[in-house]
């Protein structure tokens, strides 16, 4: 059955890579623009890839004709993960074109094809930062098999706090682990599937909105690339620190 994205999805080509600034820097710019998010590929992005380990998930939509100069590759989706210590990776969520926005079937995909590349690095699970007054995503992430942790890092006066969850549950309770990407793309998946797929995918999106946009302190998930050198010793992938009094406010974070 077709749905909304399929013609769409059926031109694109999805991608693993670890340097998504430099393979992508031009699709980056035009992809974040419509996004309003173009200043992040030299803020975020750029440096990220440079200094730290990530993979990425991309779809990439490719011009039939001329095959090659602007807009030759136009950059659809994409999720990034940031590699830590203890076999983790921190997760940032997806970002869809700014005319995809509701295109589960890519997210899903995305997700499925990031996950099963983690998988064969050797990571074993994945974490978001969660705000920590959050019931919306922290609910949804329950729910996809996620449990809050001890780690946490503040930002704009709000303490997030690391959720995590073995990369085979999360697959497992959103009902994709052994789903072609394929039929993810078509979407060709049941009704019950579908409600959760969605319920994770535009949950994660709306949680992280406010941060894009610039609200930090409205924000239900921050990033897991933002201010890595300024951690502690023991960072996101470590140890927490020793305890702290009740009326101590950390310093670390931003």
């Not at 990369?167 to 793309?185: E, F, W, Y």
């Not at 049941?190 to 946009?213: C, E, R």
Request: some cysteine.
């Amino acid at each position: 059955m077709l749905n909304l994205h399929s013609d769409a999805n059926e031109r694109l080509d999805l991608f693993v890579t670890s340097d998504l600034a430099g393979q992508f820097r031009p699709e980056l710019f035009a992809f974040l623009r419509p996004l309003h998010l173009a200043h992040l590929v030299e803020e975020l992005w750029a440096p990220l890839c440079a200094g730290a380990k990530t993979v990425t998930a991309l779809a990439v939509e490719e011009r039939p004709w001329p095959p090659k100069g602007v807009g030759a590759r136009r950059l659809r989706g994409f999720c990034t993960a940031l590699l830590v210590d203890g076999g983790q990776a921190i997760l940032t969520p997806q970002l869809l074109a700014a005319d995809q926005p509701s295109n589960l079937g890519l997210a899903a995909a995305l997700t499925r094809l990031l996950f099963a590349h983690l998988a064969e690095q050797g990571v074993t699970s994945a974490g978001l930062w969660v705000n920590g007054t959050s019931r919306f995503v922290a609910s949804i992430l329950h729910d996809a098999g996620y449990a809050a942790g001890n780690m946490r890092v503040v930002a704009e006066g709000c303490e997030f706090v690391l959720f995590s969850a073995d990369l085979d549950a999360v697959l497992k309770n959103l009902a994709i682990g052994d789903a072609r990407l394929g039929d993810l793309l078509a979407l060709s998946l049941d009704p019950a599937t579908i409600a959760k797929v969605g319920s994770y995918h535009l949950g994660l999106n709306a949680g992280i909105g406010a941060w894009w946009a610039g609200h930090a302190a409205q924000a239900e998930i921050y990033p897991g690339l933002i201010d890595w050198a300024s951690l502690p010793p023991g960072g996101i992938g470590g140890t927490p620190g020793p305890p702290r009094p009740e009326d101590e406010q950390p310093i670390f974070g931003s």
